[in-house]
């Protein structure tokens, strides 16, 4: 008997983590970008802005990034980096043709109920480039029974020389309070992942990210 019970701790540690693999719901992701983003060329180098993307409600979501914030500003960077981009160091950050912002959000379910359906906007109505007329996706988060956290990203690259908008995107997912996928440091993750899959994406789309 003793010697089949490597195999059976085996088989019990498998199991243990297959139930530990909590995947992260879909997210629903939406970009705009204007024609310049194609002409980034590998190396381009970028800045972020240390001031948090103002949320839906244009505040910002704090006086100083926190420590979710700082979470997800890794999550982006590594995505810049698998798109080409540089961070700008010493000097160089204040010659760096792209600026960075980054901006999350969230709220449970019964917060978000009360609120209208996010918006992605690219025209002056949002401060955006554009011809000022504001075109909006609108996105209603699902619930269910459970307690859910509503997460949202926003990521914006501007033209740091003029403020102009080159790229944005929103990538939102509503997960269970308690689920391990709720974590920052998940969560950051899989919608950053999911944020800048097939980078600069279609233009004014809303698709799903399994």
């Known amino acids: 008997m003793m010697r089949h019970l490597p195999a059976v701790l085996l088989g019990t540690a498998a199991l243990a983590l297959a139930a530990c693999a909590t995947p992260v719901p879909p997210v629903e992701v939406t970009r705009f970008h204007s024609e310049a983003v194609a002409g980034w060329a590998p190396g381009t180098r970028y ?3 240390e001031v948090p993307l103002a949320d839906t409600t244009g505040m910002t979501s704090g006086i100083q990034p926190s420590l979710e914030w700082d979470s997800y500003r890794t999550a982006v960077e590594r995505q810049l980096r698998l798109q080409g981009l540089v961070p700008a160091e010493g000097a160089s950050t204040s010659t760096a043709p792209l600026k960075v912002r980054i901006g999350f959000e969230r709220a449970d379910r019964g917060v978000a109920a009360k609120r209208s359906p996010v918006s992605v906007g690219v025209g002056g109505s949002t401060g955006s480039y554009g011809s000022g007329l504001g075109v909006g996706v609108g996105i209603n988060l699902g619930g269910g029974p459970r307690e859910m956290d509503n997460l949202r990203l926003s990521v914006r690259i501007d033209d740091a020389a003029t403020g ?3 790229w944005e995107g929103r990538a939102l997912a509503a997960i269970p309070a308690k689920a391990p996928a709720a974590q920052p440091s998940l969560a ?8 800048f899959k097939d980078f600069p994406g ?7 990210v399994p």
Do not use: F, M, N, P
Request: hydrophobic share 50%; proline share 0%.
């Open 202 to 208: 279609e233009s004014g789309r809303t698709i799903t």
């Open 164 to 166: 102009q908008a080159l």
């Open 47 to 49: 800045v972020i802005d």
């Open 188 to 195: 950051a993750a899989k919608l950053s992942e999911a944020l």
